[in-house]
């Protein structure tokens, strides 16, 4: 997921821990599957808190050498997330990547050498293999970000193989960037048609239109933006097969024009701490405030959830998906 950044927050120097426990409306929504995601350092009592509401966990995870060829087996703290899940009844899932931690950010060129050619692949997959079946893992999740159009042949190859190689049983899915045109997804590296035949699940990352680069203020995932998205999404890919993704946070624009992401109990407590006043952007289905030094709040918390539940029961997807544990309300049936 559009993940992994510095857990900082602008204002003064503020920095607010904890989980927000919002109650969520009951609705013929709420049956619809949840899965959360969880970063392998997070406590694993966050998993515990959202249980009674969630199918599935997936767990961040595992990423690809600079060079693509090759990635690590899960670590203790990835194994740790998998056996809290399993001992709740939750299925768990293992994302694959390619964050660079000495980028900071996704690492396109990483994921097109391995893409690009059948050695890569092929050690990826068998090492993903091999994890599953001893670990037991109960899917893989691809979560390879930033991609090009270059990268759309091998993207889907390493879903087929990947596929072809767990163990019976075992399922693939794959996360998806949101976007607003068939030519975006295209830019994307995605071919929707052949990827929608190729795995069991294709999460749509409706989130991060305003956040990271130079977008400026803005909601995290605007309702009618997830749409627009999700409606283009369906068009190639069986409904039965999509999750909605949804974010659990938010950002902070300071008036320097510096970004940073906020948990959504940190957004209140900046929101508390300033004396400002917060406002639920009903069109956007996300809360806003302006702090007293200039500083803009977008967030997504449980309200902004039960929104999107609505809009996922209303299109026909199989569930929601969020992200994370780590920074979102605790989720409640």
């Not at 409306?25 to 808190?49: F, K, M, N």
């Not at 190859?157 to 295209?186: H, M, N, Q």
């Not at 009618?224 to 190639?236: A, H, I, N, V």
């Amino acid at each position: 997921m559009s993940k992994k950044r510095v857990r900082a927050v602008v204002a003064g120097g503020l920095l607010a821990v904890g989980m927000g426990v919002v109650a969520l409306p009951a609705s013929d929504a709420a049956t619809l599957p949840v899965t959360a995601y969880q970063e392998e350092g997070d406590a694993t009592s966050l998993i515990d808190a959202s249980s009674t509401a969630l199918s599935r966990v997936g767990v961040d995870g595992v990423n690809i050498n600079s060079e693509g060829t090759q990635v690590t087996s899960p670590d203790s703290g990835a194994r740790a997330q998998l056996a809290a899940a399993h001992s709740l009844g939750l299925s768990a899932d293992l994302l694959i990547g390619n964050y660079s931690e000495s980028l900071q950010d996704f690492d396109e060129a990483a994921a097109h050498r391995m893409l690009s050619g059948t050695a890569g692949i092929d050690a990826v997959v068998s090492t993903l293999s091999d994890a599953v079946g001893s670990q037991g893992w109960d899917a893989v999740t691809i979560d390879l970000e930033s991609l090009q159009a270059r990268d759309t042949a091998g993207l889907t190859r390493f879903a087929a193989a990947l596929k072809k190689a767990l163990p019976a049983g075992k399922t693939v899915g794959i996360d998806i960037t949101a976007c607003t045109s068939p030519d975006e997804f295209a830019q994307n590296g995605y071919d929707l048609s052949a990827l929608g035949r190729t795995v069991d699940t294709v999460t749509l990352m409706a989130y991060d239109e305003h956040g990271w680069g130079d977008s400026g203020p803005g909601p995290v995932g605007e309702l009618s933006w997830q749409e627009k998205s999700l409606d283009l999404l369906l068009g190639e890919v069986p409904a039965g097969k999509v999750d909605l993704g949804v974010a659990g946070y938010g950002y902070a624009w300071s008036s320097d024009g510096h970004v940073s992401q906020v948990g959504d109990r940190q957004a209140r407590d900046l929101v508390t701490q300033d004396g400002a006043t917060a406002r639920y952007d009903t069109a956007a289905g996300e809360w806003t405030a302006t702090l007293g030094d200039g500083t803009v709040l977008w967030w997504s918390d449980s309200r902004s959830f039960a929104a999107r539940r609505t809009l996922a029961a209303d299109k026909g997807v199989h569930g929601l998906a969020v992200w994370d544990l780590g920074l979102s309300d605790t989720i409640t049936s």
